[in-house]
DNA sequence: TTGTGCACGC
DNA sequence: GACGTACGTGCACAAC
């Protein structure tokens, strides 16, 4: 029985990989990215060709036997980027680590190494695959010689047997060689004949054979000049076919036997893959069930005893282990407390009831660290249990840490931190459908396991926070507001149940109108809904013209509807279709599925940890995307209502928090002016952009005056503002520069933040939020574009995070301090809901106000306004 | 189950 | 000259 062989060219992989991918680098600075294509490579091949003897050869060096031949061998190309070479001895040293053997021979190339082991192999009946991406090779194809060859990126490959070959190129695999001695190969600096393409030469070859046939019969050629180029280009030819000929003898110092390969040790490649700072490779090692038992930190987990005293520590990590995402609806499953003492597991029947536990719990001088502040507190809200004193929260530590880390779980952290024996909920439980509840002695295990890492993890997060001077924005600001946060959401926003239901069957029946109205136009039914059937129905049977193409298809997205309307009744019914179906099916029917039965509320979860710029989020449902622009969307909002008789819905909001933040922050005096005059800011912009006085200024220059405004927060690009205003890109660029000429410092704070970005390799908000930009030098215009303009908007945006975090801190402190009923529901980045007794909304207008621009002081002042009425809608 | 297109908010 | 305004969530559809 033949071996299985695999032959890696391992220059060309890497070229492949380093040219594929942004240039990564790891926390070290050193550039991996690649290293970590050409990993990802690497485990695919391993996965799908379990192969039991490998190599990887490299070229050796500068010069090479076919210098001797052709001196301009691979002359005129360009120098390896040093980003790239300074990775190869990285890749050998994780080549080591897989326990796989990688060769290079001085004078050869890989492909000759690669020739010669192929053909060994091929001749004792061994099945050989070569990966490469590079198309000389496949002049090995045989019968038992694959060749992969990497298409686009790397990990997408094209498997070339002597079938395939034929099928794609016309040729049988010898012919390779007499292919490239015709038409050259131009990054190898291989001349060929001259004139000669791919085409040509294939015709030739069909005709002939090869290029010695070619050549004894050059008469028969057809086309005089092609005869003439093949005449007078003969030593070219023949020597180019020389140049690509791999050498299928060369002298190596290694046999077949030594390329044996027998699997890696998962904890070698692990710390490998740490070193580089392949986090989101660890995974894919030794997921293998026996492995991963063996390598698990073993814990002692003292069951279900009864709670008793001397096991509750000052010092406690405490892991509620609930299984959905959903910690409003879905239950506790089990409590694991880890300190000094040990890891114990409970039951919620058992601890619910305990009132050690309780008096434990309450007490805020002892110290509990958890995993999910806000999920605890409210998960044991559920059992009427209040929890004090939860000063440690694993998973707000690490996204302050670095909020681009998509993965906060206590697996995923220790991971990063070195510590691999923890499995993930999705391994123990199982995902989507199905996820279960595991037997109870694995829960507890698992739960205990997360508990003693918890426990463990704090110091080193702590470490991390106080390096990157987050300590005051953790303990006095996420923190805080964590308990708040679930505060707002165990409370929840009462929902009229009916109101939304009567606007439904309303939406359902002007729906169903519409849709008829639409078949009418169209001549046939279809479903509106799908992008797919309406492009055709559009721009082919009715045969409006296509302005936009998305990669499916064509584009039937609003902005280009918008564009059609006057061309075609059916486009504005379309548009008004799909903007009650949204209604319908998005905030009709999906905030009636959210609805708990009992209490009428909807109880929103607020994403803590989510964003890249420290805003909230809001799920299940979201509360920050409820309708406001259109007044038939608007309308939704009369569903949402006070919990009480008697109380009023109230909102506040910051006006123009994000200019008046980069008002402070760039120090523009005329901007700073503006805010303290109180004066209209886009109005003002218009006067200083199209230099009339303000008086002057009329409806549209105020309106594109706006749309700058709105660029310039959100990190402005001329193509942007075009969009936006309808007019050219060089319009817009105009006004752009208008804008930075009327506020140079502004200016000046852009070009510094992005500098700062570019050297330290993150930017920061005023309370030091950071995020990380590592595109802010990629080679990749797009992606260093982007991340431009990502660094400016990003400590604008942030900032203005921080300002109303804090402000809702302080507000749940005034509304005690003043004895208030009156409660917070919601936030929504730049506003603050609350419901309120109606003999409270004078005190509480006070209180918002005086809290809301007195949170934080900055060089111009900060403004909100208010609203309440009956419903939220009537709070405008 | 996953990716795409679309639409809602700030 | 490239691409494209920032940041989110959720729905329906269609391909896997």
Do not use: C
């Not at 886009?682 to 660029?711: C, I, L, Q, W, Y």
């Amino acid at each position: 029985m033949g071996n299985k062989l695999v032959l890696i060219d391992g220059n060309s992989i890497a070229y492949r990989a380093f040219f594929a991918l942004p240039l990564l680098n790891n926390d070290k600075g050193v550039y991996t990215n690649a290293v970590y294509g050409f990993t990802t490579m690497l485990l695919k091949i391993l996965e799908e060709e379990s192969p039991d003897h490998m190599l990887v050869a490299f070229d050796a060096g500068k010069t090479t036997f076919r210098h001797k031949t052709y001196e301009e061998y691979k002359g005129g190309r360009q120098k390896t980027p040093p980003e790239l070479s300074e990775q190869f001895p990285l890749l050998q040293e994780l080549l080591d680590s897989f326990g796989i053997r990688h060769y290079q021979l001085p004078q050869y190339e890989a492909d000759d190494i690669i020739g010669t082991l192929a053909r060994e192999a091929e001749n004792r009946g061994d099945e050989v695959t070569v990966i490469s991406g590079d198309k000389d090779l496949l002049q090995l194809v045989s019968g038992n010689v694959t060749v992969r060859l990497t298409k686009k990126g790397i990990t997408n490959v094209e498997t070339y047997t002597p079938g395939f070959l034929k099928e794609k190129m016309e040729i049988d695999p010898e012919q390779v060689i007499h292919l490239k001695a015709l038409m050259g190969d131009s990054s190898d600096n291989i001349p060929g004949v001259p004139g000669v393409g791919e085409k040509t030469a294939v015709k030739l070859l069909k005709q002939f054979g090869t290029l010695e046939n070619l050549y004894d019969n050059l008469g028969e050629v057809s086309g005089k000049k092609l005869k003439e180029k093949l005449e007078t280009n003969k030593n070219e030819a023949y020597m180019s076919k020389k140049l690509v000929t791999i050498e299928l003898e060369a002298p190596l110092e290694i046999a077949l036997t030594d390329t044996a390969y027998t699997g890696y040790e998962p904890s070698a490649v692990r710390k490998q893959f740490q070193d580089l700072g392949f986090e989101s490779l660890i995974n894919r090692i030794g997921s293998d069930e026996e492995e991963s038992k063996a390598e698990m930190i073993s814990v002692e987990v003292e069951k279900e005893k009864p709670l008793t005293e001397d096991i509750l520590l000052d010092e406690t990590a405490l892991i509620v282990e609930i299984l959905e995402d959903n910690y409003h609806t879905s239950p506790v499953e089990a409590i694991v407390l880890s300190n000094e003492k040990g890891v114990f597991a409970f039951s919620p029947e058992q601890l619910m009831e305990s009132d050690t536990f309780k008096t434990w719990a309450a007490d805020s001088s002892r110290h509990k660290w958890v995993f999910d502040a806000k999920r605890t507190l409210v998960a044991f809200k559920r059992y009427g249990i209040p929890v004090e004193g939860i000063t440690f929260d694993v998973l707000l530590a690490s996204y302050l840490v670095n909020p681009a880390v998509n993965n906060h779980d206590i697996p995923a952290i220790s991971h990063r931190l070195g510590e691999t024996g923890i499995p993930t909920d999705e391994e123990v439980y199982g995902k989507g459908a199905k996820r279960k509840r595991p037997e109870d002695d694995v829960l507890y295990e698992h739960a205990g396991r997360k508990a003693l890492m918890l426990y463990r993890l704090k110091s080193n997060l702590e470490e991390q926070l106080k390096q990157n001077k987050q300590e005051e924005l953790f303990h006095n600001l996420e923190m805080p507001l964590a308990l708040i946060l679930g505060e707002m959401e165990y409370t929840g926003v009462r929902v009229d149940v009916d109101r939304l239901k009567e606007m439904g069957e309303e939406l359902e029946r002007r729906l169903e109108e519409i849709k008829k109205r639409i078949y009418e136009h169209a001549g046939e039914e279809f479903n509106i809904n799908s992008p797919k059937q309406l492009g055709p129905v559009l721009f082919e049977k009715l045969g409006l013209p296509p302005l936009k193409k998305t990669k499916t298809g064509y584009s039937t997205a609003a902005d280009v509807l918008e564009q059609l309307s006057s061309q075609h009744e059916i486009i504005d019914e379309i548009l008004l279709y799909r903007q009650l179906g949204k209604l319908q099916s998005t905030y009709i029917e999906g905030l009636l599925k959210v609805v708990h039965k009992e209490t009428g509320k909807v109880h929103t979860r607020f994403n803590q940890a989510l964003t890249q710029t420290g805003r909230l989020s809001s799920a299940d449902p979201n509360l920050q995307n409820i309708p406001i622009r259109l007044e038939e969307g608007r309308k939704i909002r009369q569903a949402f209502i006070p919990s009480r008789q008697g109380w009023v819905m109230f909102a506040s909001d910051y006006s123009q928090i994000e200019l008046r933040v980069l008002a402070h922050m760039s120090g523009d005096e005329k901007l700073i002016q503006s805010f303290k005059e109180g004066e209209d800011v886009h109005t003002k912009t218009a006067s200083e952009v199209f230099g009339v006085a303000p008086e002057e200024v009329d409806s549209d220059m105020r309106r594109k005056a706006k749309a700058v405004n709105f660029g310039i927060v959100y990190g402005i690009s001329d193509y942007g503002l075009s969009q936006s205003l309808g007019v050219s890109r060089k319009d817009a660029q105009i006004y752009i520069d208008a804008y930075f000429k009327s506020y140079p410092k502004v200016k000046e704070y852009m070009e510094d933040t992005v500098r700062q970005a570019r050297e330290e390799g993150y930017v920061e908000t005023l309370m030091n939020r950071r995020r990380y930009l590592p595109d802010m030098n990629s080679r990749n215009f797009n992606r260093r574009n982007a991340a431009e303009r990502t660094a400016m908007n990003t400590p604008i945006q942030g900032t203005a995070a921080d300002i109303i975090k804090k402000a809702m801190i302080d507000m749940a402190a005034r509304l005690k301090e003043e004895e208030l009923e009156a409660t917070m529901l919601m936030q929504v980045h730049d506003e603050l809901i609350l419901e309120v007794p109606e003999q409270e909304v004078e005190k509480v207008t006070e209180a918002v106000r005086e809290v809301m621009e007195g949170t934080v002081e900055l060089t111009v002042p900060l403004e909100v306004d208010h609203s309440y009425g009956k419903t939220w809608f009537d709070a405008k």
